[in-house]
Structures are given as C-alpha cells and as structure tokens.
C-alpha cells in the first residue's frame, strides 16, 4: 500500500524511507564495475548496426487503443573494442509512445553518434547523453540502453541478472487474450491454459456491458483458480471503470491495469478508492518522476514497468526503487518484442524482487521467432539462461533478410 508516502519522502534523513530513495538515486551497473578488476579496461564501443525486421502475427490483436496485425521492431548490435556484442530491441506502440518504426529509424544514427566511442561500462553516461540528444523517442533509447547492459555484462562475465545484483529466479507469465467477442476470447483464454500458461490477462475498455461480458465468459471458461487480470488500456472514464470493476468483484480479478487516461491521476485515485480490485498504472508511468507522483498521490497499488515507456534498465531501475520505498509491487510488460527484449526483460525480473507480476508473451503472437538462445516458456513459467549477459542473439540468416543500416566510428 502507499498510504503515508507523501510523509515518507519527507521523513528525516536517517529514516528507512530516504535511506530507499537514496538507493533509487544510485541504481545501475556500473556500482559493480567499479568494484570489478574488469573495469580498469577501457573497453568503448566502435561500431553499431542498427536492424529493421518485420513481424507477422498469427492474427489480428486488438485494445481498447488499436488494432495490430504485424509489428516492424529494431533492433541494434553494438560492438566493441575487444570485438564482443551487445544487443538490444525497440518494439514501437505509437498508441502508447507516439513512436513509429520510421521516427525510430530516423532517430537511431542520431543516438548512435553518442553511444560511438563511449566506454562500455558508462550506461548511465550514456543514458544521459541519449536523453541530452533527444526527448521523447523512448523506444528507441531503450534499445541502446538493453545492449548496453548486454554488453557490459558479458565485459563482467555475468549473465545479466547478476550483473544487476540478482539471482536466477524463475517467475510465472500472464498470456494475454486481445479483445474480441466474449465468446471469442473465452476461447482463446481456454487454449492458452491447455497450452500450459497459469495466469490469464484480458484485453477490454470498450464498455460497460460488453466488457462485463468478456470477463465473465472467460472466468467461466478457465475455472476458479487460474489468475485473471484485466487492463482497460485507458478506454474507461471513471464512471464505467467503477462500474464494470464492482460488477466484477465476484470473479475474482487479480488487478485492473489503466482503467482511465493516462493523465488522469486523480480520476485513477478515484477509481481505487471506490472499488475492492487492485489498481495499476501503465500508461500513467514512463519514468520515476511518473512513479513518485503516482505514489504520493496514492492513486493505484501497483506500477508497469516496460522499457519502451522508461527509456531502458537504467530508468526501469529507478521506477523500481521508487515503488520498494513505496511498499508498492511492480509488474514488467511488453509491446511486441521477441524472446530476444523479452529476455532482457526477464533478467531485469529475476534480479528485482520488488517485481511480482511478468507479462512477457509478445513473442507468442508471432509467426516466426529469430532468436537464438534467450529465455524459454514452461508450463507457464519463464525460465532464463546462465550464460554471459543477456543471452539472446538474432539468427545471421534472419539478419541476412533484414534491412540493416551501419554506424562506424
């Protein structure tokens, strides 16, 4: 719960409270550099190759926000000085970020000229230096931020969890059900339980009698015990959002996610404070200003961290040290990335406890998967390799397809 933060970020400096923000204040990798033999090299990076790959998807998904049938991500290879390779992806949500494959392509030789020359280990110099050269264009950011963090964890030796500080934890993944029919996407719900996954989400905020509708037929579909969560993707004004969330507190709904705008703080306070399902923001949080003002206002019980709103780790990182001093619980989500930014994302989950919910299922909704290596799904739960920094590659064949774009030193 939040309740007393605003107290909380005023308390004493010597109270626990400050002591979490001061944490929050120096989270990053480079603290285990700096301890590290491995850090007295030099190591910067010299080249990048910046990818362009279309994605078909099996069919058609739809949100409140939009309708999708194929995704066009980046992805980018930087390389270093002692020839190693760090990897990174951008998957775009125009509904969500403003950003489109064409703004990212057109910003990505601009970001690459900072990242060019600068040392490996320097992830929040460079995040600065990204944010210095150009607002907005998160997605992007977060592509050269994710093979930053790749690269410098295999300069350490350490898959990228432990390179974060964590340890290797499997965790259990929500499948997510895009809005269609109640018919339709108890359907779907059904499939994805036989198929093995242990948490369903569900795509609704359309209204209040068709997406009662949906929630119901899918509870009904996948029995009582099975997690349901739902998110509104901001299709709700407040009205609608508490009356389909107490029409639903009989069906056992693990949390809402974004039921109203994005802007719209005291209308997500409101909502919380008038229904008994948990709350949590997505849209409403791209970074840790974001965060903390969410969590001073007390307005939902949870935060959605996804790197394509923060930037990257490095701002993931921070969102997240916000919550623990908030006593607030942390989900990691995507867009439509492959198993290769979902690994990362996945390796940020494991080494942040404070993270209790993943909904990293894009790549599912692919026809084809070009990633070598990465994080594997059983029975529901993912599970992370142990090999030097992220552990996921594209396939040469697959880049060999793709429109690729070099940036040299």
């Known amino acids: 719960m939040v309740l007393g933060f605003a107290a909380l970020i005023r308390a004493p400096a010597n109270s626990t409270g400050t002591r979490a923000i001061a944490r929050w204040r120096v989270a990053g990798g480079t603290d285990y550099l700096r301890s590290n033999p491995t850090s007295r090299h030099r190591v910067t990076v010299t080249g990048i190759s910046i990818i362009r790959a279309e994605l078909p998807f099996h069919a058609p998904f739809r949100i409140s926000l939009t309708r999708t049938e194929s995704t066009t991500n980046l992805f980018v290879r930087l390389t270093a000085s002692d020839g190693q ?25 601009a970001l690459a000229e900072v990242i060019l020359g600068r040392t490996v280990s320097d992830i929040g110099g460079a995040v600065r230096a990204m944010r210095a050269r150009m607002v907005g264009q998160t997605t992007m950011r977060s592509a050269f931020d994710m093979a930053l963090y790749d690269l410098a964890a295999r300069q350490a030796g350490l898959p990228l969890y432990a390179y974060l500080g964590g340890a290797n934890r499997s965790f259990v993944t929500d499948n997510t059900v895009g809005m269609d029919t109640p018919k339709a996407m108890a359907e779907t719900a059904r499939g994805f339980v036989a198929a093995g996954f242990t948490a369903i989400k569900a795509k609704v905020g359309e209204g209040v009698r068709q997406d ?61 404070d008038s229904v008994a399902i948990p ?48 006593g607030m619980a942390c989900m990691v989500g995507c867009m439509s990335e492959t198993r290769l930014g979902l690994t990362a994302a996945a390796h940020f989950i494991s080494a942040h406890p404070i993270v209790r919910y993943a909904d990293l299922d894009s790549h599912v909704d692919h026809t084809l998967d070009p990633v070598e290596g990465g994080m594997e799904i059983h029975r529901g739960r993912v599970v992370i390799p142990d090999g030097p920094g992220i552990g996921a590659t594209l396939s040469d064949d697959f880049v060999a397809e793709c429109e690729v774009e070099d940036v040299l030193a």
Not at 91 to 99: C, H, K, L
Not at 212 to 217: G, L, P, Q, S, Y
Request: glycine letters at 8%.
């Open 279 to 326: 709350i949590m923001a997505d849209e409403s949080v791209f970074d840790h200003h974001d965060a903390l003002r969410l969590a001073a206002a007390e307005a939902c019980d949870y935060l959605n961290i996804k790197f394509s709103k923060s930037s990257g780790m490095w701002v993931g990182r921070k969102i997240a040290a916000v919550a623990e001093a908030a």
């Open 212 to 272: 009662v509708a949906r929630i119901r037929a899918i509870r009904t579909a996948i029995g009582p015990a099975i997690p349901l969560r739902i998110d509104a993707n901001q299709g709700w004004d407040v009205p609608a959002a508490i009356a389909v969330l107490t029409q639903t507190e009989d069906v056992g709904i693990e949390y809402c996610e974004q039921p109203v705008r994005r802007g719209n703080i005291r209308g997500l306070k409101q909502v919380r």
């Open 85 to 109: 390779v760090g990897w990174g992806e951008a998957s775009p949500s125009p509904a969500i970020t403003g950003d489109t494959a064409a703004t990212m392509a057109a910003a990505g030789p």
